[in-house]
């Protein structure tokens, strides 16, 4: 599985859900930079290989 983000090739780790847009897989970086934003909430994926910090 691969990070939803328009050219990222890193692996998914975390699941994003916006109330703006769709929620999607993205990788770890995407996750946290996402999860500033206000409404968002990221959740590490269960069987991903990268460790939640
Ligand atoms: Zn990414």
Redesign the pocket.
């Known amino acids: 599985m691969q990070?939803a983000?328009d050219g990222?090739d890193?692996p998914a780790a975390v699941r994003v859900h916006d109330p703006r847009g769709r929620d999607r897989d993205?990788?770890l970086?995407?996750g946290r930079s996402l999860a500033q934003q206000p409404g968002v909430v990221a959740a590490p994926i269960e069987d991903a290989d990268a460790e939640w910090p």
């Open positions: 990070c983000e990222c890193r993205v990788c970086p995407h």
